[in-house]
């Protein structure tokens, strides 16, 4: 099994700034994912991070808005930038070693937007 | 486009029965996961069960097996001999054979009675 590690656990952030989330997994993986789940909904994939190129956006998701990088096949950030009330949702990292294995999921960071 | 619908927002149980919890899908591809995710308030999501579409035979792990019905599209969760520890949102979702993206449903929250 992989362990993911996300910090910060939790935060408050004031309107218009912009929080940067980390996702540190204990193995090297292949996959690297972020999800965002909105009060009392479902998980929906923001990004698939990609090691040392460009993440892969979702349908209503951009880059200027959720910039992430993955340095390496262990570690990825996913930043929520120019934050609104909107915004406030738990962000989950996840990631798979290889295609067709098991996607493990992070703890998740709970962000409120004042 | 898939879909995961849950159609059980809540459901409750006496602890040591039995409780299935429903979950239909739409996909257009013939190759495909289906998954069942456990929640519990510390927000982590856990993998409970998977489901190859291929395979006829329904999977199980412990108390947990599924009642897999490829033409109805039809996909539910088992829990026997539910246990305290069961109390969680539970979470359907699909993934095409090939594709990374995970489709969830909107989650059954299961509480069980003591």
């Known amino acids: 099994s992989a362990v993911i590690s996300q910090k910060p656990s939790r935060d408050i952030c004031q309107r218009g700034t912009s929080l940067t989330i980390q996702c540190q997994v204990d193995s090297q993986v292949t996959m690297m994912f972020w999800y965002r789940q909105q009060p009392g909904q479902s998980l929906t994939l923001i990004a698939t991070?990609?090691?040392?190129?460009?993440?892969?956006?979702e349908s209503g998701f951009v880059i200027d808005k959720f910039p992430i990088s993955r340095p390496n096949l262990t570690f990825s950030t996913l930043t929520v930038s120019n934050m609104s009330p909107e915004d406030s949702s738990i962000y989950l990292c996840?990631?798979?070693?290889?295609?067709?294995?098991?996607?493990?999921f992070g703890s998740g960071t709970q962000l409120s937007v004042l | 486009a898939q879909t995961v619908t849950q159609s059980q927002p809540e459901m409750s149980v006496q602890e040591a029965e039995t409780v299935t919890l429903s979950c239909t899908y739409d996909?257009?591809?013939?190759?495909?996961?289906l998954f069942w995710y456990k929640q519990p308030p510390s927000r982590q999501m856990i993998l409970v069960i998977r489901?190859?579409?291929?395979?006829?035979q329904n999977a199980t792990e412990n108390r947990f097996s599924v009642n897999f019905q490829k033409a109805a599209k039809s996909f539910s969760l088992k829990i026997s001999d539910s246990q305290l520890g069961d109390a969680a949102m539970y979470f359907c979702?699909?993934?095409?054979?090939?594709?990374?993206?995970?489709?969830f449903g909107t989650g059954t929250r299961l509480t069980i009675i003591p």
């Open positions: 996840s990631a798979r070693r290889a295609t067709n294995e098991k996607l493990f």
């Open positions: 489901q190859e579409a291929y395979k006829q």
């Open positions: 991070a990609n090691q040392g190129s460009e993440a892969t956006y």
């Open positions: 979702a699909s993934r095409n054979f090939g594709n990374e993206k995970l489709t």
């Open positions: 996909t257009s591809e013939s190759d495909y996961y």
